[in-house]
């Protein structure tokens, strides 16, 4: 069956769900692609849940730009749609010397972001705010949140049908072929014939497989930097009767690797650690639970007297990485790839954290793309 669209976005996650809302909210045609059964079931549903405020990123980046306005679209949103969030604030605390440094020029690289309210504060208001928590300084970042991604999903979906949009779970594309209008896309439900959709634009929001939907498309992925590297994470649940308690979110200073195992809470209060990052070859959420003593051992340079054994394995998130093992800071990839012969094509790669942060400025940035399609 063939039907005539202007916009095929390719992922149910909260880029795409975003991307699809954003799009036939401005009275464009859209179908929205999601080959699981569900929506969110990869990365969007697979980490913290934070509001990120926009500290840790090159200035200039698109990570920066997107994350500081996608943080003010994303609260309004929650508040205008009812969407569960909570601003708790975040404390990212040093142990040493030389991380106070590094919470200076956090402070410094985030306030030039517009990541507002930063605050230095020494290790005794650090014990006030967070008792648990020991540390000789910290940085206070009082826009950071959390939200129920679930329920952002649901609320981008509603508005895509509302406008008029299609949303078709169980669906993996199978080929997107150039055609003289624009694009036939081709995709398969579970027991039955391939359909295909004649599009003038599709947008690639694959996330984990946004490499392999541009080779689809024809791109070289390896030629043009496309390919993306898996980098897991696992989180671990703080058992109930153990003696912490957190009145909002607790980072470490960051290395390369990541943001370094911190404290997250859920919207009932619960309490999580993580996640680590470590390269993997293959999708896979399981976690070992013998990494309880590791995720003590890092979060007990600034939480004393934590014990592996008041931890359980919880949950698992992978992180499309455009960066490879080693390799330096890699930006988000927001491609319109007219330059490559395929005009109305739109790749997302890299988008990891902060893309859940950034997901409604992503979508602003995609139609603003696609405005003469």
């Not at 069956?1 to 799009?23: I, N, R, Y």
């Not at 078709?168 to 081709?186: D, M, P, S």
């Not at 996330?207 to 496309?226: C, Q, T």
Request: charged content about 20%; glycine content about 12%; proline content about 5%.
């Amino acid at each position: 069956m063939s039907v005539d669209v202007d916009v095929v976005v390719v992922g149910g996650g909260v880029v795409g769900l975003a991307c699809g809302a954003a799009l036939a909210k401005r009275g464009r045609r859209v179908v929205v692609l999601e080959r699981h059964g569900g929506l969110a079931r990869e990365t969007t549903s697979r980490n913290s849940g934070v509001i990120h405020a926009g500290i840790y990123y090159p200035a200039g980046s698109q990570k920066a730009e997107l994350c500081v306005e996608g943080r003010e679209r994303l609260y309004q949103r929650c508040a205008r749609e009812g969407i569960p969030h909570r601003q708790f604030g975040k404390l990212i605390v040093a142990t040493s010397e030389s991380e106070v440094r590094v919470l200076e020029d956090l402070r410094a690289k985030g306030s030039a972001n517009g990541a507002p309210g930063l605050e230095l504060v020494d290790g005794a208001e650090v014990t006030r705010r967070e008792p648990c928590v020991r540390a000789i300084a910290g940085l206070f970042s009082p826009r950071t949140g959390i939200v129920d991604p679930h329920e952002l999903c649901l609320s981008l979906a509603a508005e895509l049908e509302r406008e008029g949009g299609t949303l078709l779970l169980h669906n993996t594309l199978e080929a997107i072929e150039r055609t003289a209008q624009g694009f036939r896309v081709r995709a398969r439900a579970a027991g039955e014939d391939a359909a295909s959709v004649e599009s003038a634009a599709v947008v690639n929001a694959a996330g984990l497989s946004a490499d392999r939907v541009a080779a689809l498309a024809g791109i070289d992925v390896e030629a043009a930097g496309y390919r993306q590297h898996p980098c897991k994470g696992d989180y671990f649940a703080l058992a109930p009767s153990a003696p912490f308690r957190f009145a909002g979110l607790v980072y470490p200073v960051h290395s390369a690797a990541g943001l370094g195992v911190h404290v997250t809470l859920d919207l009932g209060g619960r309490v999580r650690f993580g996640p680590d990052a470590h390269y993997v070859a293959a999708l896979d959420y399981a976690i070992d639970p013998g990494k309880a003593a590791d995720f003590a051992a890092a979060a007990g340079r600034y939480l004393p007297g934590l014990r592996a054994e008041w931890l359980t394995p919880d949950q698992s998130g992978i992180r499309p990485k455009l960066q490879a093992p080693g390799e330096a800071f890699q930006d988000f990839l927001i491609a319109e790839e007219s330059g490559r012969g395929l005009p109305g094509l739109v790749n997302l790669l890299g988008i990891e954290s902060p893309g859940l942060t950034a997901s409604l400025a992503i979508a602003e940035r995609v139609s603003a793309l696609l405005a003469s399609v």
